[in-house]
């Protein structure tokens, strides 16, 4: 089976990851490994073999970051 | 006659010899005499029309001297003339083009000032987000806590939408 790994700043608890599962289909056809990353600030980061999926608050502010320099 | 002390004798015969000296003279002391003063004054007259025709030559000479120098004279000022309108031309010409090289090398100057300050500009506004952004992350993450954490990834699940 393939793995998906979520990054998230404490371990998840089953609810939550149940949730997760409930809005992401797709992650019923994965193992789901989580580990915990505090550089993420809050939030999620999931990362399937093909694809990220970045809820973080860091990822956020990478965003308005990237897009404050494009502006100018 | 004799005793007046008169001799006809004597005055015929130095009557004759006046005569014959006249003669003699005349043949070989006056028309000699005369011939060379003549050919004398010809000579004169040669030597005079001579000089008359050196000098008549002379002042053609000199004529044509002078007529030369101001022909000269006058090719010189044109020359002159001619070179001073060419250096004239080829100054405003060397100016016009220092000019326009001056004015390529502003405009040149000018662009490089501008890329050189918009890239500043950029630099100084992605070290400003940099910054900013460190700033923020080490805020949140020295206010957040487990609690605030929790809640917000709470949030994030309930406002997520479906995803394939």
Partial sequence: MKKVVIYSTYELSHQEIDKLVEKIPSLKNYQIVNQVDKSLIAGLVIKFADRIIDLSIKGRLNNISKKLYEET | ?164
């Fill in chain 2, 1 to 164: 006659m004799s005793g007046l002390g008169i001799d006809i004798k004597l005055i015929i015969a130095q009557i004759i010899n006046f005569f014959v000296f006249f003669l003699i003279f005349r043949r070989y002391l006056a028309k000699p005499f005369a011939k060379y003063l003549d050919e004398e004054e010809r000579r004169e007259q040669l030597k005079e029309k001579s000089e008359k025709i050196l000098k008549e030559e002379e002042d053609r000479i000199k004529k044509e001297i002078e007529k030369h120098k101001k022909k000269l004279e006058i090719d010189y000022q044109k020359a002159l003339e001619k070179m001073k309108t060419q250096v004239k031309d080829q100054r405003e010409k060397l100016i016009s083009q220092a000019q326009k090289e001056a004015e390529e090398i502003i405009i040149k100057a000018k662009e490089i000032e501008r890329r050189e300050r918009d890239q500043l500009e950029k630099e100084t506004v992605r070290r400003a987000v940099e910054l900013a952004s460190m700033i923020l992350t080490k805020a949140l993450a020295d206010f957040l806590d487990d609690k605030d954490q929790k809640n917000i990834n709470r949030r994030i699940i309930s406002h997520l939408k479906s995803i394939n």
